[in-house]
């Protein structure tokens, strides 16, 4: 049964770079043609994609976060990445990883349990 | 960008009661638009996709409908594990945007 699993700090200080990563477990990340995203909440609000990634390495990212997205691929540890960069309290929120449907990337079909960054000084 | 707007944003009903969510797209999508359950402190659940197609394992209560701009979820007999937040979402050329959520509450 696939498995995504995000870690990374909880604590980021205002201007600093988020980093988390997401470890797909019970499957390839390269295996078939899925693309892999991130989505994040912040607390008592909706959800917002951020970015998503093929494993052959083709990215997409939400206009209002592009300046400050990287998503990368790692084939060989078999996960994939979140850097957002210049973090303000803004971006204090619930991160999830996810996995597009096979194909056609339309939706989410399987989702991290999600980890909460806090951005604080 | 294309908008997402869900209505009502938070609805009352008994277990049992048919409930309906709409959601509109500020530009056509198509059938590109599925449909998510979050409970507190978990991950989104995907329900619906391609607008009226059943993710496997979720209740057949549960159905989509809508193309274009406009879409709606209907649950035919609430449950009480029903009890949750709603979220359409609509994919456009490698883009994905999510609606502001629908809180359906017990009354």
């Known amino acids: 049964q696939l498995q995504l699993q995000e870690s990374g700090p909880g604590l980021v200080k205002p201007s600093e770079t988020l980093s988390l990563t997401c470890t797909v477990s019970g499957g390839s990340i390269s295996s078939s043609n899925y693309y892999w995203g991130w989505i994040r909440q912040p607390p008592g609000k909706g959800l917002e994609w951020i970015g998503s990634i093929h494993y052959s390495g083709n990215t997409y990212y939400n206009p209002s976060l592009k300046s400050r997205v990287t998503i990368s691929v790692d084939t060989s540890k078999n996960h994939f990445s979140l850097k957002l960069s210049s973090v303000t309290a803004a971006d204090t929120a619930v991160y999830y990883c996810a996995r597009h449907r096979f194909e056609v990337p339309d939706a989410f079909d399987m989702w991290g349990q999600g980890t909460m960054v806090t951005v604080s000084s | 960008d294309i908008q997402m707007t869900q209505s009502p944003s938070t609805l009352s009903a008994s277990v049992g009661d048919r409930v309906t969510i709409t959601c509109r797209a500020s530009?056509?999508?198509?059938?590109?638009l599925a449909w998510y359950q979050q409970k507190p402190g978990k991950a989104p659940k995907l329900l619906i996709y391609?607008?009226?197609s059943l993710e496997s394992g979720v209740p057949s209560r549960f159905s989509g409908s809508g193309s274009g701009t406009e879409f709606t979820l209907t649950i035919s007999s609430l449950q009480p594990d029903d009890f949750a937040t709603y979220y359409c979402?609509?994919?456009?050329?490698?883009?994905?945007?999510f609606g502001q959520g629908t809180k359906v509450e017990i009354k």
């Open positions: 530009q056509s999508i198509s059938t590109w």
């Open positions: 391609k607008a009226s």
């Open positions: 979402q609509q994919y456009n050329n490698y883009s994905w945007t």
